[in-house]
């Protein structure tokens, strides 16, 4: 069984900062891309920003400059660090990771997520 946990979220006010962090445990052979996305309250699940395996990283455009996404291979782990945060990133924030099993089984994991919320 695979698992992503995330940490990190909480209250901030704006212009502030949080770190998010998302371990991935279980039978994991090999972990490709690993990314963010959030979900407001009432709106669609959005793209926030994606690492791969050889560090090349990409962001949504209202996230470029403010947020930086890294990872740990050792750790299994990804972070996404927001600075100058904004009223209208408050969301829950979700990892998934693109994980690598065994030779048969690949698929995209998701956590649980982790609500942030960003107060004006």
């Known amino acids: 069984q695979v698992q992503l946990v995330e940490s990190g979220g909480g209250l901030v006010q704006s212009g502030g900062s949080l770190r998010l962090s998302c371990a991935a445990s279980?039978?994991?052979?090999?972990?490709?891309?690993m990314g963010w996305f959030r979900q407001a309250l009432g709106k669609q699940r959005e793209f926030v920003a994606r690492?791969?395996?050889?560090?090349?990283?990409y962001y949504v455009d209202s996230a470029k400059g403010r947020f930086t996404i890294s990872r740990d291979n050792a750790k299994n782990t990804v972070y996404l660090q927001m600075n100058s945060l904004k009223p209208e990133d408050t969301a829950v924030y979700y990892c998934?990771?693109?994980?690598?099993?065994?030779?048969?089984?690949?698929?995209?994991?998701w956590g649980q997520g982790t609500q942030v919320t960003v107060s004006s």
């Open positions: 998934n990771a693109d994980i690598r099993v065994d030779f048969y089984v690949q698929r995209v994991y």
């Open positions: 279980g039978s994991i052979f090999s972990i490709n891309t």
């Open positions: 690492i791969t395996s050889g560090g090349n990283t």
